[in-house]
């Protein structure tokens, strides 16, 4: 599925090198978690993944079922199965949220060469999964974004990676500032998506969505690199100790 | 030039050059030219094309007489500089000032007489003539029941009305609903009573050109107490080459009265720019509402600035009557140069002016435009939501004026007024004129210039949006409060004109 090899990432604009080598196989139907300390470089990760213009691959690659993801606009990116959802969503005025997933969607299909989907489809689809995530039709209607609660926020990426239905879903800090109660429903949304087909890039500070969403493998991420890559039980050890002593056992 | 969709590939010509004309082209989706035989009036203007246009409507004299007043009027005037605007001198007798398909020198009786040609025109345009039910497909319909809604059509075609639709059913209603020509004979008291009444011959100099020139438009006389039963639109069309167009609306709500009023308009490409004047005047009785909306999508000009509708308007509304109400809904995407400012009086106690406005300009298109709201009588309230987006090397400008004058105690303005840029070789404006005359009213007025917000960029087009669909889509929400403010047809229409405009705006 996801294969990245060797990836150095600078700054476009000044010379800071973020990511330093990264390598990373996410096979299909696979979750992967990154953890990793704040500045580490993991929001970078996403972000060149996806396609955000700022950062300037200077080495390596990356590919999509064996294409090559770095050579396509972010729309080709995503119309080829991958989707972010990101850490600090934005908001747009005025514009529906029901409006924008409509366009996503038919955007994808279009892309594809499908059909687009007639309103009525589209209408069953959307509140079908809306329901699955609670999110009513108020907020539905309310612009992108605007006015959610971080919850809110967060519930509204997975709804529409749920309508997107990508086949390489990448999780930038989807739990960080939700409660209890959001949580579950936001690995609910998760795992009702676990597929064969379907992987996942989970990126987190915390075990607590990892016993939600059960990993395959967890890796650390530190000062651009993967340095260190394991089971369910290295987030364990993390949230146990920290990142001092995995570090401490990679500078030695 | 031939129709867009008419190029063929001719021998030693790449399909792929052409293919490239069509899309370029293909911008601008009514650039088509009807062929139809014209008949014109001489070039230029003077006292005898005056009087030749006067004939051609089969006019009383004294319609005459009062163009040959505004016409040497006109002559002493000098062209206005004052607004943000740059275009190459316009020579006023280098045009056209008359232009009639053949077909319409005897005026056909019904719409079944006219000239399939003309109709075919209209059709294309996507304008019904016939006497039909219009299904709303509209965002946000989904909750509605798809119920059919009329509209009567007025088609002005060059310089003539072509035909008006549903006139029978709206005559039961007591409605009057008919172009200017056809009141001036059939309505003499209406006309001569409201004619330059809001906007008098020597307003200035394009409406004074208008008045000794205009050769149709649109009448609308709605009786006291009655909400006309449906609503009402005229539709626009130049289509003659080095033609300027000039109508005249009159539109006149008696007291109680409610109508909505829809105004389309569009025009071929070309390459050379083409001048319409026009003059709409509304009168407003007591607790009588007119709403006003526009979409104007004229001939916006080429890339690189070729060609395009000079278009200079005066539009202005008189709520004589207290409580009356007034609301103009603008969508200006076309021309290559727009002057363009309808207006509110207030002149009863507790009237009230609203102005929603979105103005696109793209490539080198320029506009100066919005509104003046001027406060006469007590209690009035009067909203200005003005939403300009530029793109390209275009000027937008957003010129105001709110006048509170001494009698019009404790009267309110709201004025917002947003601009939006999309690249940084385009400009916007905002030039707000305030005066208050008196100490019990209050202006507000509050005024944001931003960008295309990049970061809203990325997350459309993370989610698999193209960068045009992503412009068009935040733009669009950008301009949502005005959008909402038309009628369900037109708001449909304004939004895919949105992302018509802006096409190669990006990228
Ligand atoms: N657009 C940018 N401009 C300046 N610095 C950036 C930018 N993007 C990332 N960085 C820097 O790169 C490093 C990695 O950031 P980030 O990928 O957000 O880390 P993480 O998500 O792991 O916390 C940080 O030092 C951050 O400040
Ligand atoms: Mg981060």
Known sequence: MLKINNLHVKLEEEDKRILKGVDLEVPAGKVHAIMGPNGSGKSTLSYVLSGRDGYEVTEGDATLDGEELLDMEPEERAAAGLFLAFQYPVEIPGVGNMTFLRTAVNAQRKARGEEEMSAADFLKFVRAKAKDLKIDADMLKRPVNVGFSGGEKKRNEILQMAMLEPKMCILDETDSGLDVDAMKLVSEGVNALRDEGRSFLVITHYQRLLDHIKPDVVHIMAAGRIVKSGGPELALEVENNGYADILAEIDA | ?507
């Open chain 2, 1 to 507: 030039m031939a129709g867009v969709d008419e190029l063929i590939a001719k021998e030693g010509v790449e399909e792929e050059t052409v293919e490239a004309v069509k899309s370029l082209a293909g911008a601008y989706k009514y650039g088509w030219e009807t062929e139809i035989e014209m008949e014109y009036a001489p070039k230029g203007v003077n006292p005898d094309i005056v009087r030749l246009i006067s004939e051609k409507n089969d006019e009383p004299e004294w319609m005459t007489e009062w163009r040959l007043e505004a016409f040497a009027r006109w002559e002493k005037l000098e062209e206005p500089s004052w607004a943000l605007l740059n275009y190459p001198e316009i020579d006023f007798q280098d045009q056209y000032y008359y232009a009639r398909p053949k077909s319409m020198e005897e005026k056909p009786k019904s719409l079944d007489e006219v000239d399939p040609k003309l109709l075919a025109t209209y059709e294309k345009l996507g304008i019904p003539l016939k006497e039909q039910m219009i299904l709303a497909g509209v965002e946000g319909a989904e909750d509605m029941p798809a119920e059919g809604r009329k509209v009567a059509v007025d088609a002005v075609f060059d310089s003539v009305s072509v035909g008006t639709t549903f006139q029978a059913e709206l005559k039961k209603a007591g409605v009057i609903f008919c172009s200017i020509s056809e009141a001036i004979k059939e309505h003499p008291e209406l006309v001569k009573k409201y004619l330059g009444s809001v906007v008098p011959v020597s307003d200035n100099y394009y409406a004074t050109l208008n008045s000794a020139v205009f050769s149709d438009g649109s009448f609308v006389y709605i009786p006291p107490n009655t909400r006309c039963p449906m609503e009402l639109s005229t539709y626009f069309r130049i289509n003659a080459e080095n033609t300027g167009q000039f109508e005249r609306t009159l539109i006149i709500a008696d007291k109680g009265s409610y109508v909505s009023y829809l105004e389309g308009c569009t025009a071929p490409q070309r390459d050379t720019a083409q001048l319409h004047a026009a003059v709409v005047e509304i009168i407003i009785e007591e607790d009588a509402e007119v709403k006003y909306s526009t979409v104007q999508n004229w001939f916006p000009g080429d890339e690189e600035g070729k060609g395009g509708i000079y278009n200079f308007v005066t539009k202005r509304a008189d709520c004589r009557g207290d409580r009356s109400k007034v609301m103009w809904t603008q969508v200006e995407t076309g021309s290559a140069v727009t002057w363009k400012y309808p207006s509110c009086i207030l002149r009863g106690a507790e009237s009230q002016g609203e102005f929603y406005s979105i103005a696109i300009t793209n490539n080198y298109q320029q506009a100066d435009t919005g509104t003046k709201m001027v406060h006469l009588g007590r209690d009035t309230k009067s909203r200005i939501v003005s939403k300009g987006i530029s793109a390209g090397k275009a000027q937008n400008t957003y010129r105001g004026l709110v006048s509170m004058h001494p009698k019009a105690k404790n009267s309110r303005n709201y004025t917002q007024c947003d601009s939006l840029l999309i690249g940084d070789k385009c400009g916007a404006h905002t030039v707000p004129y305030i005066e208050v005359k008196n100490n019990s009213s209050r202006v507000e007025h509050e005024a944001t210039t931003s960008k295309v917000d990049e970061e809203q960029m990325f997350y459309c087009r993370q989610r698999g949006m193209d960068e045009e669909e992503a412009v068009a889509l935040i733009v669009n929400g950008f301009a949502k409060e005005v959008l909402q403010a038309l009628p369900m047809e037109f708001a449909m229409e304004a939004q895919q004109l949105v992302a018509i405009s802006l096409e190669g705006s990006v990228g």
